[in-house]
């Protein structure tokens, strides 16, 4: 059994993460800027070293999953400073402690650092390729990587780097910053409009999925590797389809839907590559994306309460 730190812990993927390491037997501890009432949860801000620094003091950990950020590329820009000081000096408060304290850490990147690139997207596109990163949220994740890989480098710190792509699913709550699923889920439900860009081709992957080959890292850990986390590759579909499977799930009127060509400074197209994280992973993508609006779905409604009203 390990002791395991989650920061972001009470945020969508870590609540799921962090219930899949703890059914396997792990004790873990979670923080976020956010209260909450597990006895092993912290409220803690990662821009605040001195807060950080006695967490660290009084108790030791094996591994720490680094999610605590700000997200979303909207968020980004309205939000920028909180952006930057949560992604960029949250982070390097993280390495910080890690040269002192010698914990293994899982840094949580972005597939967004792949930008422009049009091309499949194997995590050593970044190594040969000069990419333009198209907004400040995929720009702090870069920087992220780099910091990580500076430590590695100055201070011989072990991290492993994550990209996750597009993960959705239960425990994500809506809020306009959000990614397309929870959006159109949250919206249809509530019988409201939504914008589809049309041309726009993506892989969705299932938190369920997700934070069990997250979780996998703990038993295999490898320093200084860099992973793409998402389901299949031959699950990509159009924003279109996807528009469609929810409007069938939350039973809306199709006509809410507004169809409007491709978004501008938007990656049009996401071939991912998966092979690395079925090779030292062990990852197993269940849910396809029928099954998981189908569950995302249900959760929300019941969640929202929306059955009761």
């Known amino acids: 059994m390990a002791r395991i730190l989650i920061t972001g812990g009470a945020g969508f993927i870590g609540t799921n993460l962090r219930n899949d390491l703890r059914a396997r037997g792990h004790d873990v501890w979670t923080l976020d800027i956010t209260p909450g009432s597990d006895p092993q949860h912290m409220r803690l801000d990662v821009t605040y070293l001195h807060q950080l620094d006695q967490m660290f003091e009084g108790r030791q950990f094996d591994f720490v999953y680094h999610l605590a950020a700000e997200y979303g590329r909207w968020n980004g820009e309205d939000h920028y400073d909180l952006l930057w000081r949560t992604n960029v000096v949250g982070t390097k408060n993280m390495l910080v402690l890690q040269a002192k304290h010698k914990f293994k850490m899982i840094f949580f990147s972005s597939a967004e650092v792949y930008g422009d690139y049009m091309g499949v997207m194997s995590e050593d596109v970044m190594e040969k390729v000069p ?161 998981g609006i189908k569950r995302t779905v249900a959760w929300m409604r019941r969640d929202l309460r929306l059955d009761e009203k």
């Open 131 to 291: 990419i333009k990163q198209m907004n400040d949220y995929a720009i702090t994740k870069w920087a992220g990587e780099l910091q990580c890989l500076n430590h590695r480098d100055m201070f011989g710190v072990e991290v492993v780097r994550v990209r996750p792509v597009n993960c959705y699913g239960p425990h994500e709550h809506y809020n306009r910053y959000r990614g397309v699923v929870p959006v159109y889920c949250h919206r249809l439900l509530h019988g409201l409009p939504v914008t589809c860009h049309k041309g726009h081709l993506r892989i969705f992957d299932y938190v369920g999925d997700t934070a069990r080959t997250f979780a996998n890292i703990v038993d295999n850990f490898i320093p200084g590797e860099v992973y793409n986390v998402g389901s299949n590759e031959d699950w990509e579909i159009s924003i279109e389809q996807l528009a469609e499977i929810v409007v069938k799930e939350t039973g809306a009127d199709p006509g809410l839907v507004t169809y409007k060509e491709a978004e501008a400074h938007t990656t049009m197209v996401k071939h991912m590559d998966f092979s690395k994280i079925r090779r030292d992973l062990d990852h197993k993508a269940e849910v396809d994306i029928e099954e």
